[in-house]
Each structure stands twice: as structure tokens, then as C-alpha cells.
């Protein structure tokens, strides 16, 4: 798989693509002698006095699309895209891409799914690599990003742990001789969300060296108040419990993003470039809470206050050398260094002379350190044959505290420290790709990759465990250009994949919970839980009937054993919830997508773009009855309407998500339910001057909160049911940007 270039010149186009590329480059050549001979023509006629019509030319290279010619099926959303709404987390960028949902239970953040698949299956890998534990992408600004690679099946080159697809955030690299930008804004919410944000760009060049420097900050505070309602029924239908419990809320957040970028063009044609990325995250709240009890008996701590707060910091610095060998060959090796904070406190508290005293602490500190090796060898062995082989290797090691204390006692007094564990991971992943032009209009894509993880964890409270793992991943990908066609294509894949169990759920550490029960139970890791493996198949139909015109249809199936579940089982004492592989899941996916511009079907139409998208999704768990026995929090059906059209110095758009609610059968005694949403998102930018602008956006115009509820069966009161909402507001949100 190859990481084509934008546009560039055309003198430039053909000796890049004459390595890999024959076919493209020999078309360069003849559009740059094409334009030769018109510039020529041009001159002559001009000279014999006659009038010549304009003639714009456009190489190759302006021609290509990620998305329609590359082998391995890819969506690309670009700079432009990722800026247009002045959007301040990457989350809210991502929620607008077709086959992406971006799930909240309470409003805030959101997990990023593709195929309505989370809780691991959709991979997130930041420059091809994934950040370490307890980073938040959420605290990750649009403004430092270049593009966003949209992979819907696996390829060798990265980690195959990307069941249901891989979303790869690639940070600014092109370097833009001279450019100096600022924006400065502001964002307010109805519902009490209020901060600043601001960016910098520069770049410029001084000789073979070139630089780059991309910051972005923000803070913001917010006030709340949401309500739960809890009810419970006996088996006879009489209702033994009536509750409601109201939290007002008020908190803040912050986050700084620093990216400096450092290339060298060295005098035998190799490139050296240093690339780091920093990143700190604080945020904090303060919650109170009272519980109002009209049926049955009151609730353990009626009146409850909640202080969270929580610090990160994470950096990752990298040093690439690209060598340019003989016969068009390439080696491009990366050396990388990363680690990561994660601090956070919280405590739970009851008022003086409460009838059931609480002063709940607990202290947590982890720490990540790690280094990373890549390297890709590639070359064009036979005419239409480019092969790719390479290695991905890396070493992580994460030290955990957690001091948890009762009325300033400690709960384990044989642990002075608290408790503490280390996790030692080391993975290796060896693979090969070969891109073969079977014909002008049948492209092969074979790739096979072995990837090996080892982990070690170790504490002070358990026994010493390690944990091993290998899984092969062959990957077929086809594109058949149909004869006799303008734009029509048909792509096919076969992809192994897997998803392997993070650190935290092999620990066999006990994380006790202050109300045990069945609904909130501890937690205990499992360290013989084993990867998923999925067998994809992934098939698409594209039309493209115009410039910037498309019409896609596409289908997906994943068989995914060894699924792993949540099982609540009772030991004797205390509820416990352990992660176990329980059986088999099964999930398919029909996506249809549209986009063109309105000239492609009116004549002398504005210049409006049309977008829309809609994706299907079904799965069943065969470990939990049904009916309901579907992937926890898959959305069965979401949809993204979208416009946008330029006039002059104006610029405008507007976008509408819709997400359908579900009720999920998460295990033999709890159902969760979700409610349906939908976003409504508009924004205008107006130019004063090429230098100066003004982008003023709103989110959530529909002002819909946030609502979902769940149901348990619980022993010694029956049917549980708990339903919240959680006010969002409508956000808007305006920017001045200039360059200097």
C-alpha cells in the first residue's frame, strides 16, 4: 500500500511515479508534453495575430483520488474538511464521516466506532501508531492534524487489530514556505459550557532545512444539572421503588497540543525528519447530589458529594530516515520514544450527620514509557508489481498506584503504599504487501503479517502473570474497473483481523465498588483471557459520473470468536465482574453514500456540495439470550445529510447526523437502551482579505440532550429500572484567523 503525494508540479510527477507508478508516469509525461506542445501552439498563434482560447491543463497527479485508485479501500478527509466547522476536539470532525458515530452516554466525549463498533474493534492510531494508555483523543485539536485516513479494511502495513476498521490521525507534515497563521476563539453553550481556544502555525524554510510549529490550547469551564430516575417492580408488577436523583455539576478542562517538525534534505537525496508531538489534558469536577425517595426505602447516602480530577501529559517524539537505493528501491525506518502521566483523584463525601457516613479517597498515578521501531523496504520487483516488507516493533512498560483511603484510614493497612503493579508489553509485527496491476483495470492487493504481544504484570496483589499471543493476518483486496464504463467500480476484500485484551483486563487486581451488588459490582481482570479473531468479508460498488461526484454501495460481515463479555458472578461474599471469552458474535453492515456537486446535475447551479450517508448495522452475541443480543452500544441505523456552497467572500454549510436508538441485552440481567439523536451543525466563513477571516459555527441546533437508561434484574428487587438525561445545550462557536 502506497502514501501517495498531493498534487505537485508535473516536472516533479513523473520521476516520482516512475518507480512505483509506471502507468501514472508515462501519462504525466504525456500530459507534460501535451502542455508543452499547447504553450508552444499558444505562442505561434499569438504571433500570427489570432485570438486563442484559454486551455487549462491539469497533471495526473491533480486527477488522483485516494479513495477511487488506490487498491486498498481508503477514505481521505482533508485539511480543509477538518477545519470547516472551527471544531476544537477531533471527535466532533470525525462524527461527520461517512460509517462513523461517535457514542456519548452523558453527553461528553464519546467513544469513536466504525460499523457502530467500539470498545476496541475500531482502531485509532496516531501517525500509524497507537498512543498509549490513558491518552485522551478527545483533547486533540483539528487545527494539528494534516488528514484523516479512513482504512474500512485491514492492510498489512498497520496493526491488524482493527476488526471493524482503522481511523489514522496523521499530524501536519507538509511545509509551507513562509506560512505564519493565528486563530483566536471563543465557545459558548446554552446549557453553561464557556472557554477560549487558540492556534499558531509556522513554517518556513532556510536552505535544505525546513521547519514547522503547531500549537493549540483551550479551556473551558461548564455548569449542569442532570436527573436519574430510578424505579423498581417486583415480580407480581407493584412498583417498590420511586427515586430521583438530581446532580449539579460544575467543572473544567483544559488541554495544550505542541507539534514541532524539523526535515533535512541531505546531499545524496535521503530526507531525515524529526517529528515530536505533546500533549496535557487537566480536568476536574465537582458534583453534589440528592437523592428524593417516594416508594420504598431511601437511598444509601441521599445527599453525596463528587470531586474528580484528573492530569495527563503525553509526548512521542520520532526521528525518520528515508534512503533512496538503486532501481527505484526505498528504505523509510522510524526510531520513536513515547510515555505518558496519567494522575487522578477522587473522592466521595456526605455531609456532617449523614445516618450513613461516607469520606471515600482514592489516589491514583500511572506512568507509561516505551520506544518504537518501524521500517518499510519497497520496490518494483516486475512491471505492475510493487512490493512492500517491513517490521513494527516496540517495548511499553506502565507503573500503577492507587491509595484508596476511608475516613483518612487506609482500606488495606497491610499496604502502606497502596497498591501497585507494573505491565511489561513487548509486540513485534513482521509483514509483506504487494501492490500488482494484474491489467489497466484490475489491481491485487496480497499482504500477510505476523504480529506477536507478550505482557508481563506484576503487583503487590496478586500473583505475577504473563500473557502471550501471535496472530497471522493474510489480507486480500481487490479493484476491478469495469470495461466500458466512465467511473464504475467494484472492490472486494478478505481481511483476518483481531482484538487483543488491553493491560488492564488481564490484571487480576481487585477494584472494589461502595454499594456491592449486582448492578455495581467490583471489578477483577481475567489474565487467561485470550484475543478475538475475526474473519471480514467486505464488498463495495462505486459510481463516479462526474468531477467530485459519487455514488457507493457497500456491504461488510465480521465473525468474531472468542468474544469477550462482562460475566457478574457472586463469590461468596461480593458481586464480582470479570471479562471472559463467552462464544461467538457476528456482525454485518450495508453503508450507501452520495456526494456530488449541484453543477453535475443542473446547468449555471452555484457552486453547492451535497452530501449523504447511511449505514445499517446488525450483530448477535450467541452468549446472551436474546432478543436484544447485539454488540453493546452498536447503533443499528445512522444517517449524515450535508451542504455547503461558496460565494464570493462567504462560505456556508450545515450538517445533520441522526443516530437511531437501541436496546441492547447486554447479559442474562441487564438491558441498555439508548435513545435516538439528532445534530444538527451549520457554520459561515467570511473573508475580509486573504489574510483575514471570520468562522462562526453552531453545534446542537436541535438542543436535544443526552438520554439513555438501562434495566437490571436484581436480587432482592426485581426489575430495576434507571433512565437519565443530560442537558447539552446549544453551542456556538466563533473564530478570527489571520496570517502574517
Known sequence: MHARLSPIRLTLLAAALATTFPLYAQEAQETKQSAADTTVKKGEAAQAGQTMQRVEVKGAAQAYDPRRDDTATKIVVNQEEIVKYGDTSVTDVLKRVPGITVNSSNGRGGE??????GAGYTQILINGERAPAGFSIESLAPDVIERIEVLRAASAEFSTQSVAGTINIVLKKAIRTGQREIKVGMRRTSSGMRGPNANLQLSDKVGKMSYSIS????HESFERTATV?????????VQTQAR????VEDGSFSYFNLAPRLNWNLENGDTLTSQTFLNSGRFRTRTNETATTTIGAAAPYPDLALANDNKNSFYRTELNWVHKM???????????????????????LTPAGAARALDNLIVSEGEDRGVTSTGKFSKTIFEGHALGMGWDGGYNTREDSRVETEAGRTVFPGLPDGEEFEAQVSRLALYAQDEWSVTPRLSVYLGARWEGIRTRTSGNTFDTGRSRSSVWSPVLQTL???PDTKGDQVRFAVTRTYKAPNVSSLIPRRQTSVDNRSTDPDYQGNPDLQPELALGFDASYEHYWAEGALLSASASIRRIDGYTRSVIDFDGMRWVAMPMNAGQAVSKNLELEAKFPLKAVMDGAPAIDLRASISRNWS??????GPGNRLDGQTPLSANLGIDYKAGKVSTGASFAYKQGMTVRVSERQTSVMDTRRDLEAYVLYKFSPKLQLRVAGQNLLDEDFKASSSYLEDGRGLVLRRGSFPVGVTLRATVEAKF
Not at 215 to 218: M, V
Not at 244 to 247: C, L, N, P, R
Not at 620 to 625: A, F, K, L, N, Q
Open 215 to 218: 500549537g493549540s490550547g483551550a
Open 480 to 482: 476491478w474497473k469495469i
Open 112 to 117: 469513536i466506532r466504525m460499523r457502530g463498533m
Open 244 to 247: 430521583s436523583t438530581v446532580g
Open 326 to 348: 538503486e532501481a527505484g528501491a526505498k528504505l523509510d525506518m522510524k526510531l520513536g520514544v513515547q510515555g505518558g502521566e496519567n494522575d487522578s483523584t477522587s473522592r466521595r
Open 229 to 237: 430516575f430510578e424505579d423498581a417492580y417486583s415480580g407480581a408488577g
Open 620 to 625: 448477535e452475541v450467541d452468549g446472551v439470550p
